[in-house]
Nanobody, 123 residues
Framework: QVQLVESGGGLVQAGGSLRLSCVASGRTIYTMGWFRQAPGKEREFVAAVCWRGGSTNYADSVKGRFTISRDNSKNTGYLQMNSLKPEDTAVYYC??????????????????WGQGTQVTVSS
């Protein structure tokens, strides 16, 4: 089993920055992804960092503003969010995929999920 705990959410003005963290315990995680869900909307992919080569994948809506990274020695992932917009307001979830051959943008491919952290961007 893997437990994921997110932190770093909060309230920020448009144009500001936040850094989310996700600490994994229990087992080594492979691909780590971030998803978000706004009220009344489907959960959507934000970014993923792959086990193989550490490559990254981003949703078009966050490219150039968000950066995903990981520290394997700490089994921790990060999502640096810059130039935040009101439309980034959502609950952000980190997720872990134990299939190290895959680096998916689909929520169904992830095995473990954190409890979520609220990000609110005011205009």
């Amino acid at each position: 089993q893997v437990q994921l705990v997110e932190s770093g959410g909060g309230l920020v003005q448009a144009g500001g920055s936040l850094r989310l963290s996700c600490v994994a315990s229990g087992r080594t995680i492979y691909t780590m992804g971030w998803f978000r869900q706004a009220p009344g909307k489907e959960r959507e992919f934000v970014a993923a960092v792959c086990w193989r080569g550490g490559s990254t994948n981003y949703a078009d809506s966050v490219k150039g503003r968000f950066t995903i990274s990981r520290d394997n020695s700490k089994n921790t992932g990060y999502l640096q969010m810059n130039s935040l917009k009101p439309e980034d307001t959502a609950v952000y979830y980190c997720a872990a995929d134990q299939n190290f051959l895959r680096c998916s943008e689909y929520a169904k491919d992830y095995d473990y999920w954190g409890q979520g952290t609220q990000v609110t961007v005011s205009s």
